[in-house]
């Protein structure tokens, strides 16, 4: 797939198929990871690929299986959503943060070696590594899609990192910033509007 037309098609996916993803995808998906950008070019990242249902139920089983609609609309009054398409992303995410993991075909776990505090940075460059791995993930993404695929991620929230590493056995050197959920995108996937963005107005030619 032409590189333009994966960064345009390219949605988060939180509705999949009941379809199995194979090593050979997963493993090309990973290599391409492998190609981003990197801070201290050691590019010392691994990834967790989770396709075992009972290691995929433990492992989410700290995550909330949904929220009520009274919850939902109280969240998106603290959180101060104002903008309409935020909102309606936002309904159609929180309620599904659990079921978009459990239903992926794999669960992609990240992991950067973090070694200071990564939630108090003595200055930016400690948070190069961080940044790094992030470049990995878009790169999953975007060859995720061009193989036909869609992923969602997720945040870890409280104590949910903490969590995976007990589950997954990762070593505490290592740092989870995100779970990927990876699969087949519904035929009704939900798909909510991007908000519209004028470049030109974006763009500062020469001073802001
Ligand atoms: C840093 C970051 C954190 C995100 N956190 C979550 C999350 O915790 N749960 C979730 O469902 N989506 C999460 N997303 C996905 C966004 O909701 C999504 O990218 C955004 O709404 C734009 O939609 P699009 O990806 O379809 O263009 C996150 C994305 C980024 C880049």
Same mark, same amino acid.
């Given at each position: 797939m032409e590189l333009y037309k994966a960064i345009n098609i390219r949605r988060t996916v939180r509705d999949f198929e009941n379809e199995s993803i194979s090593t050979e995808v997963l493993e090309k998906i990973i290599e391409a990871a492998f190609k981003a950008p990197t801070n201290?070019?050691?590019?010392d990242w691994h990834f967790i690929i989770v396709r075992d249902k009972h290691v995929t139920a433990k492992l989410l089983d700290?995550? #909330?299986?949904g929220i009520s609609d009274d919850d939902m609309e109280a969240l998106i009054k603290d959180w101060n959503l104002n903008d309409s398409i935020q909102q309606e992303c936002y309904r159609n995410a929180v309620p599904k943060q659990y079921r978009m993991l459990f239903d992926a075909s794999a669960i992609i776990i990240p992991l950067l070696k973090q070694k200071t505090d990564i939630l108090h940075p003595? %200055?930016?460059?400690? @948070?190069n590594g961080f940044a790094s791995i992030w470049c990995s993930i878009e790169n999953i993404f975007l060859s995720a899609t061009a193989e036909g695929y869609g992923c969602n991620l997720r945040i870890p929230l409280g104590n949910e990192a903490e969590y995976a590493r007990n589950i @997954? %056995?990762? #070593?505490?050197?290592y740092f989870m910033p995100c779970f990927i959920g990876i699969g087949k995108p519904k035929s009704n996937a939900v798909s909510v509007k991007q908000k519209e963005i004028n470049i030109k107005e974006r763009i500062h030619w020469n001073k802001f």
């Open positions: 201290d070019h050691m590019r700290i995550i #909330p299986k003595d %200055n930016i460059s400690h @948070l @997954l %056995n990762f #070593p505490d050197y």
